[in-house]
């Protein structure tokens, strides 16, 4: 959590710097605190209410300050220095997309999505709607996974219908002879593609060769 120390025009920047653990395509949201809230019996504050301005998707991150792309909220107030701005401490939602092969392999890649599902749960720090009930609305609504990717009014419509903030899209692709799992995080309030981490996989045979005599042989 942090403040906007100022805005010039689609540009917000913010007070958080590498020490605050800032990352570019981070996702901030702009609050502006209202009245005291108080408690209903005995009348002591208790907080204050918010006011949801907008967004701020980080761009570069300085040694003192935070570069962040602007996102306003139509009909909000403008944000301005002094507003605050957060990334919630309780689960992130977001959904995981079926994986799209581009690949000549015919790998099946159905539990895929359920794997990086479970890992994100056991982080404790995300929450992610079936991967069963994702695919299954995509079916519904005619999107294909790869169309999160280009069609930011698809990923936000779908996002809104799942109640979740960011996509995770899975590419399986090669490069060079080499397969890489290629996942993107998608802005489930923009649409926007955030940033991506690619990884090289490696092939059950090619494993087995490097594995230990004691160690199990891979079946996957």
Not at 72 to 95: F, K, L, S, W, Y
Request: charged content about 25%.
């Amino acid at each position: 959590e942090g403040l906007v120390v100022a805005v010039d025009g689609e540009q917000l920047y913010m007070d958080l710097t590498p020490k605050d653990g800032v990352l570019p395509g981070q996702e901030f949201t702009i609050f502006r605190k209202a009245d005291v809230f108080r408690h209903p019996a005995t009348g002591q504050p208790m907080g204050h209410f918010e006011d949801i301005l907008g967004y701020a998707q980080v761009k570069r991150v300085q040694p003192g300050f935070s570069e962040a792309l602007y996102v306003a909220i139509p009909g909000q107030a403008q944000a301005q220095p002094e507003d605050g701005v957060r990334i919630t401490r309780g689960r992130i939602r977001v959904a995981v997309a079926p994986p799209t092969d581009l690949t000549k392999t015919n790998a099946d890649l159905r539990r895929v999505p359920f794997m990086i599902a479970h890992a994100l749960a056991e982080t404790k720090r995300f929450q992610c709607p079936d991967p069963a009930t994702v695919q299954e609305l995509l079916g519904t609504q005619k999107t294909r996974s790869e169309e999160l990717l280009v069609r930011p009014e698809r990923a936000v419509a779908v996002a809104k219908t799942l109640e979740v903030v960011g996509w995770l899209v899975p590419v399986l692709l090669e490069r060079r002879g080499v397969t890489y799992l290629d996942v993107t995080w998608v802005s489930g309030i923009t649409g926007r593609a955030l940033f991506s981490r690619r990884l090289a996989l490696t092939r059950a045979e090619s494993a087995a060769e490097q594995r230990f005599p004691w160690e199990p042989v891979p079946e996957d």
